[in-house]
């Protein structure tokens, strides 16, 4: 071996020691008659590491391999994040409804809803969170009498097959708060049974088979130049702007579209640079006045369709359900 497959060597043996003074000097004490000082054993050390030489173009073995290496030794084990990136619509326009609620869904809203993006030509129905309640396993009280759990999620596939077949077009869900009850319910009285296949909220609902794309709660969706998410994680905390698309704009600072608070509102602003932001709400297709809050929700019916071009840029077509009318 020659004095640079030496220093390789000692490099590798010693991945422990990031400092080139130091590992020099213990080669030098390895190899006294081979290295005739510390400047010629620090110069094999650097060259080896790419400081100096052709091998600082074309390493021999980086800092970040050595780390690499090292952690290998060690076993560190790094935790893995759950993917949040955003999940891409790639249909030109998209019907979007949200806040079904089963059971309470209201089946003559989600026609009206249906039925108008038929008539405007929708290649994609978005389903924007909460199709489920699941209030029989949430935190808050519940009437004994409610519907189950087992029978909201056949009413669930049901309404999906439904919505699928009226408009022969692709189907995405995104989980809603209200959802994922069903996941945290399983967290808290049987985390043992976590991980096991078929009691993910994706697999309960079957959306493999019904070839519908499923986007999981913390995440969001691209459409173009807009952001589509439920909302749940936008609206938290002190929450009380003009209106939810005011807040919506106040918490991301882009063009955003929610859904979660049950109400139609729009916010537009543009920068010194006449870049414009638009953020929505949409109403929901449920009972506009619920158990837990009758007399002032606030909320109002309604759904929207999107459109986008080449340039990702969009057109919101916000609507509301008054008086089983649409405006």
């Known amino acids: 071996m020659n004095k640079t497959d030496i220093a390789k060597a000692f490099i590798l043996k010693h991945k422990h020691i990031t400092e080139n003074r130091k590992l020099a000097k213990l080669m030098l004490s390895k190899y006294p008659m081979l290295f005739k000082d510390f400047d010629a054993a620090r110069y094999y050390i650097n060259y080896c590491t790419g400081k100096i030489g052709k091998s600082a173009n074309k390493r021999t073995i980086t800092f970040a391999e050595r780390l690499q290496e090292l952690r290998a030794e060690i076993q560190i084990n790094t935790h893995k ?3 949040k990136t955003p999940h891409n619509i790639v249909e030109d326009k998209a019907l979007i409804i949200s806040d079904l609620h089963i059971p ?13 993006g038929y008539n ?13 309640d699941f209030g029989t396993i949430s935190r808050f009280l519940s009437k004994p009498n409610e519907m189950r759990v087992i029978e909201q999620t056949h009413e669930a596939i049901n309404i999906l097959t439904y919505i699928q077949k009226a408009l022969d077009c692709k189907v995405v869900f995104h989980a809603g708060n209200h959802d994922i009850r069903i996941e945290h319910y399983l967290m808290r009285q049987a985390p043992e049974f976590w991980g096991i296949d078929g009691n993910r909220l994706h697999e309960i609902l079957k959306l493999k088979a019904l070839n519908i794309d499923y986007v999981q709660e913390y ?13 749940h994680h936008i609206v938290k905390g002190i929450f009380a702007p003009v209106n939810p698309a005011r807040g919506a704009f106040t918490k991301t600072n882009t063009s955003t579209l929610i859904s979660h608070v049950h109400r139609t509102s729009e916010h537009i602003e543009s920068d010194m640079n006449g870049k414009i932001i638009g953020c929505y709400s949409i109403g929901c297709i449920t009972d506009i006045k619920p158990d837990y809050n009758p007399q002032v929700s606030k909320h109002n019916k309604g ?3 999107v459109e986008k071009d080449s340039s990702g840029n969009f057109e919101v077509d916000n609507k509301k359900i008054i008086d089983n009318k649409i405006k």
């Open 81 to 83: 994040h759950s993917d």
């Open 104 to 116: 309470y869904v209201d089946i003559e809203t989600l026609d009206m809803a249906l039925e108008y």
């Open 120 to 132: 405007n030509g929708v290649e994609c129905v978005i389903i924007n969170g909460d199709l489920l």
């Open 219 to 231: 995440r969001y969706m691209q459409f173009g130049n807009l952001n589509i998410a439920h909302g």
């Open 303 to 305: 759904f929207a369709v």
